[in-house]
Structures are given as structure tokens and as C-alpha cells.
């Protein structure tokens, strides 16, 4: 695709509940990265993905928290059992190579709110 | 272990002025890439600029300069002519390389305000 593209925008959702928020990357980028913003902080880091393995998941705060990227394309964040402290906006990012200048390009992510 | 420091919350500058903002790193990694981009209100991560570990000129895109000093381990961004659209949160980040993952992390920001 042109961009990448995070689905949905906006999810509300009662805490205790199950959700999932979909990343899909450039065509053709390998690595893709997952960030939790709080309002008015930096992108936290939580999972990168080096085509279909997570190369590093130590961003993830919990065993709640789960990202999946069978076909090393579209990537899945999981968040079981929600909680109102993961009320966050959710960035993807992708980029073509791991390293070098190849620069991360980000999706609008998505807002969750937990109420 | 990788980090990014932003010691300003918040900076001022008058339109058409240059302004600084401040970003320190560290990083156990030879080789690692250096990043800056802008978040407007509407919460897009806009690209800026990159500066490789070792390249070794500064780099500059446009109005955006990168004052690279490596020993102090400092990446500060310069913007040139400040422009009311200026106004936005910035952030550096650093990709590093073996020992770091290759992951990228980000700094707490710098909000900047440009007064006409």
C-alpha cells in the first residue's frame, strides 16, 4: 500500500475486555514496529518484528500484552483482560531494512480508550 | 542498555528565528542511526532528518540541520527561519545495531511553540 494503515482509528472498549488493533505496512517492508504514546509522552517502545519472528519483545509491559505477524506482512497487537492504564494511541511503524537510513514510516495509529 | 534524553519540555522561539532542541543519547553500539521527526497536533510522525554514527558530516534537509557531536554523544536539531507550522512536538530517536536490536526508541519530546 501507499502508506501504512492501522485499523481502527478509535476503539472503545470496557475494561476486562479482549482486543485487537491491525497494522498493515508498506508492501516490501520488512521490519515492523509496534509504540504505545501516552498524551503529551514519547512513542514507548513495545515489539519489532524481522518479517514474521518478533526479533525484540521486551517493550511489552505484560503477559497481556501479545503481537502476531504470521505472513510477514499484516501484524496483530493483542491486549487481553484491558485495563484503564492501557488507554494509549497505538503506533505501527514500518521500514524497509532494520538498518542503516531506512527510516521508520508510521501509520495515524489508534486511540484506545478503556473505560 | 539504549537512551534518548530530551531536557526541554517545552521552547519558545520568535518566527523567523533559528532554534535549537536538545537530544543525548547512549549507546553501547559502534554503529547506530540517529532520528528526528515532528508531531503536529494531529499526531502524525513526520520524518525530518538522519545522521548515521559515522558519517562524518552533519546532515541537513532544508531548513533542518543536525549538530552532530559524537564524543558528546549529542544530536541536536537545528531549525533555520522558523515558521508558525514549526509549532509541534519533536522527537529523537536512535536505532541501534547488534547490541541494541536494531530496534528504534524515542526520546520524551520537546514541544515548540513559534510566536509571530
Known amino acids: 500500500g501507499a502508506g501504512v494503515s492501522q485499523t481502527p482509528s478509535n476503539k472503545v472498549t470496557e475494561k476486562g475486555k479482549y482486543v485487537e488493533l491491525r497494522c498493515d505496512p508498506i508492501?516490501?517492508?520488512?521490519?515492523l514496529y509496534w509504540y504505545r504514546q501516552s498524551l503529551g509522552q514519547g512513542p514507548e517502545f513495545l515489539i519489532y518484528?524481522?518479517?514474521?519472528?518478533?526479533?525484540?519483545d521486551s517493550g511489552l509491559p505484560n503477559d497481556r500484552f501479545f503481537a502476531v505477524r504470521p505472513e510477514g506482512s499484516v501484524s496483530t497487537l493483542k491486549i487481553q483482560r484491558t485495563e484503564r492504564g492501557d488507554s494509549a494511541v497505538y503506533l505501527c511503524?514500518?521500514?524497509?531494512?532494520?538498518?542503516?537510513?531506512?527510516?521508520?514510516?508510521f501509520g495515524q495509529g489508534t486511540r484506545l480508550t478503556v473505560v | 542498555a539504549q537512551k534518548i534524553t530530551q531536557t526541554q519540555p517545552g521552547m519558545f522561539v520568535q518566527e523567523k528565528e533559528a532554534v535549537t532542541l536538545d537530544c543525548t543519547y547512549d549507546?553501547?553500539?559502534?554503529?547506530?542511526?540517529l532520528f528526528w521527526y515532528k508531531q503536529p497536533s494531529s499526531g502524525e510522525m513526520i520524518f525530518l532528518i538522519y545522521?548515521?554514527?559515522?558519517?562524518?558530516q552533519n546532515a541537513t534537509e532544508g531548513r533542518y540541520s543536525l549538530n552532530f557531536q559524537k564524543a558528546r554523544k549529542s544530536a541536536n536539531l537545528v531549525i533555520s527561519a522558523s515558521q508558525l507550522g514549526d509549532s509541534a512536538m519533536y522527537f529523537c530517536?536512535?536505532?541501534?545495531?547488534?547490541?541494541?536490536?536494531?530496534?528504534?526508541?524515542f526520546g520524551a519530546g520537546t514541544r515548540l511553540f513559534v510566536k509571530a
Open positions: 511503524a514500518s521500514s524497509s531494512q532494520p538498518t542503516g537510513a531506512s527510516r521508520a514510516f
Open positions: 508492501s516490501g517492508h520488512t521490519a
Open positions: 518484528f524481522q518479517g514474521t519472528g518478533a526479533a525484540d
Open positions: 549507546t553501547s553500539d559502534p554503529s547506530y542511526g
Open positions: 545522521q548515521g554514527s559515522y558519517d562524518q
Open positions: 530517536a536512535m536505532r541501534g545495531g547488534n547490541t541494541g536490536g536494531f530496534k528504534t526508541i
